[in-house]
């Protein structure tokens, strides 16, 4: 009578001992190749966001990251468009997703440059961290330097497309009624923010990706370090 559950016992017990025996954790992994893959799938991770969003409708197609109008300028816009008076909204955020789109690609180098830059702590830091602290130490060592390229790209695209001025003048005026917070009556400005926070919004849905699936990693480093996390 005893049998079965002896055998059941038995089943556990073995798959237990199989599993402590497969699984690696962090400290079994010596600092080079736990650094090492780590920066693998960073390179990874940065090069696919940049990927997804320096092509044609990579911010306006993508819901996550979609520049629109900023506070009561985005709810008037709103409005005008449900009475039909959308066109030049429309107009305006198309410009502002393709300047953005048009910057994002000036990102990998520096994302790049900061992932070699790296230190063993950093690393450490960041693999003991949490779901995104790849992504908020590429946020902290690479924002400032992005943002300056992005800036010049982003002028120049609006400026093209002649509706800088008109953003500027007509979110400059809401800024000094209380309506719009200085810091987005700039288009420019506007836009390069709002590019950043899309590039690492990107990023950090690829660490998840490889925190949840190791095997999606592009190197044979990065797996067996993401698969100890």
Excluded: H, W
Aim: with cysteine; aromatic share 4%.
């Amino acid at each position: 009578m005893l049998r079965p559950t002896l055998r059941v016992a038995s089943l556990c017990a073995g798959l237990l001992i199989c599993a402590n025996a497969l699984a690696l954790s962090l400290g079994d992994l010596s600092q080079g190749d736990a650094t090492g893959g780590l920066k693998d799938a960073l390179t990874q991770g940065a090069q696919l966001a940049v990927k997804q969003l320096g092509t044609p409708g990579g911010f306006s197609n993508n819901p996550e990251v979609k520049i629109e109008l900023p506070g009561n300028l985005g709810k008037v816009a709103k409005k005008m468009k449900q009475f039909g008076m959308g066109a030049q909204v429309d107009q305006l955020e198309t410009s502002m997703n393709k300047a953005a789109e048009a910057a994002v690609t000036q990102a990998q180098p520096i994302l790049v440059n900061a992932v070699k830059n790296m230190s063993v702590s950093d690393a450490k830091g960041i693999l003991t961290g949490g779901q995104e602290s790849a992504t908020q130490y590429l946020d902290k060592s690479s924002r400032d330097q992005i943002r300056a390229k992005f800036l010049p790209i982003v002028k120049q695209a609006t400026d093209q497309v002649g509706l800088a001025k008109q953003y500027n003048a007509f979110a400059g005026q809401a800024a000094t009624l209380g309506v719009l917070d200085a810091k987005n009556a700039n288009i420019e400005n506007y836009v390069t923010e709002q590019a950043l926070n899309g590039l690492f919004e990107m990023i950090g849905k690829q660490e998840q990706t490889l925190r949840q699936n190791p095997a999606a990693a592009a190197t044979s480093l990065a797996k067996k370090v993401f698969g100890t996390l």
